[in-house]
T-cell receptor
Framework: TQLLEQSPQFLSIQEGENLTVYCNSS?????LQWYRQEPGEGPVLLVT?????EVKKLKRLTFQFGDARKDSSLHITAAQPGDTGLYLC??????????????FGQGTILTVHP | EAGVVQSPRYKIIEKKQPVAFWCNPI?????LYWYLQNLGQGPELLIR????????DSQLPKDRFSAERLKGVDSTLKIQPAELGDSAVYLC???????????????FGEGSRLTVL
């Protein structure tokens, strides 16, 4: 099983600040997803990145997949209280007996204070 | 269109008692997952089904956990007997296709929160 390490584990910031969350692995993934989860709810997909070096933007959120497809980052510009939640990265294993398996990182708990 | 439906939302039991969780995936989704999630942590895969076949149950503690997906639609996850350490949220998810070279979107239910006393 490939491991995904997210950092930081906790992030507490003021409204309007920028932040970056990192997702790292020593293994290569065929694709990587970012999910956001609010208390009492299931995770909801934000983005899927597939190509090494790919950058995707979703309003104030920018996602990047590392060139070697081993790491990814999520950058939020001018954070708002509504961005508060648990951010999860998830990598899809490319082959072998684990083909198709989606492994989640341990998550980053983001709190944005008004 | 209805999302993934799970029940019960909350369950409190004493240790050594049995418990069962039910999941109804999105219509037409062939792939179904059961995940375990501890507070503030990422989901951990317990079992993945392609239609009615369990294609990955390597992380399922088979001495006390069992799952079934009869007819390839609804699924049930059972724990018998429950232990204190089983307290967690059990998430069910479904996807239209199995995650492959470009992982398909997983749609999650709201989860079933289990407390074992």
């Amino acid at each position: 099983t490939q491991l995904l390490e997210q950092s930081p584990q906790f992030l507490s910031i003021q409204e309007g600040e920028n932040l970056t969350v990192y997702c790292n692995s020593s293994s290569v993934f065929s694709s990587l997803q970012w999910y956001r989860q609010e208390p009492g709810e299931g995770p909801v997909l934000l983005v899927t990145v597939v190509t090494g070096g790919e950058v995707k933007k979703l309003k104030r959120l920018t996602f990047q997949f590392g060139d070697a497809r081993k790491d990814s980052s999520l950058h939020i510009t001018a954070a708002q209280p509504g961005d508060t939640g648990l951010y999860l990265c998830a990598g899809a294993e490319a082959g072998g007996t684990s083909y198709g398996k989606l492994t989640f990182g341990q998550g980053t708990i983001l709190t944005v204070h008004p | 269109e209805a999302g993934v439906v799970q029940s019960p939302r909350y369950k409190i039991i004493e240790k050594k008692q049995p418990v069962a969780f039910w999941c109804n995936p999105i219509s037409g989704h062939n792939t179904l997952y059961w995940y375990l999630q501890n507070l503030g942590q990422g989901p951990e895969l317990l079992i993945r089904y392609e239609n009615e076949e369990a294609v990955d149950d390597s992380q399922l503690p088979k001495d006390r956990f069992s799952a079934e997906r009869l007819k390839g639609v609804d699924s049930t996850l059972k724990i018998q007997p429950a232990e204190l350490g089983d307290s967690a949220v059990y998430l069910c998810a479904s996807s239209l296709d199995p995650p492959g070279l470009a992982a398909g979107e997983l749609f999650f239910g709201e989860g079933s929160r289990l407390t074992v006393l």
